[in-house]
């Protein structure tokens, strides 16, 4: 459907393209489920959870929680990219880190049977741990 209506709207009637209205009729018609995305989860009042402050090692140790200041980090990131970017969109980014943090220690659990390259790979380290797996192959 989405191919067809391209194919028509690529002329430009009076200078203006087509495919540019197209593209704000696809925005408004998404504009709906946003509100309704944003009052479900309530990100107008909370915003998006980054995770806690504080994380204990194992010798009971407490320091700041290295997850949250990369997600932190992360998002400072994409906020300096798209200023524009929303709440909606932000929570969005995080669920994706999420899924990717999911795949990450799905791979490490697949793909890596020495134990000490787990306890090596921390999140800057992801192409360490790849070629790691791919060396023992």
Not at 34 to 44: A, C, P, Q, S, V
Not at 72 to 80: A, C, I
Not at 110 to 132: D, F, P, V
């Amino acid at each position: 459907m989405h191919a067809l209506i391209y194919r028509v709207t690529r002329r430009r009637i009076f200078g203006f393209d087509l495919r540019a209205l197209y593209g704000i009729v696809l925005e408004m018609r998404s504009f709906s489920a946003r509100i309704r995305f944003l009052r479900e989860r309530k990100l107008y009042r909370y915003g998006t959870f980054l995770g806690p402050t504080w994380e204990r090692l194992s010798n009971q140790r407490i320091r700041r929680c290295t997850r949250t200041i990369a997600r932190m980090k992360d998002m400072q990131w994409l906020v300096s990219m798209y200023p524009g970017a929303t709440l909606v969109d932000r929570h969005l980014f995080l669920e994706g880190w999420n899924k990717g943090e999911q795949f990450h220690a799905q791979f490490l659990d697949n793909h890596c049977c020495r134990s000490e390259c787990k306890a090596e790979c921390t999140w800057g380290s992801k192409q360490q741990a790849l070629e790691t797996s791919e060396g023992q192959q």
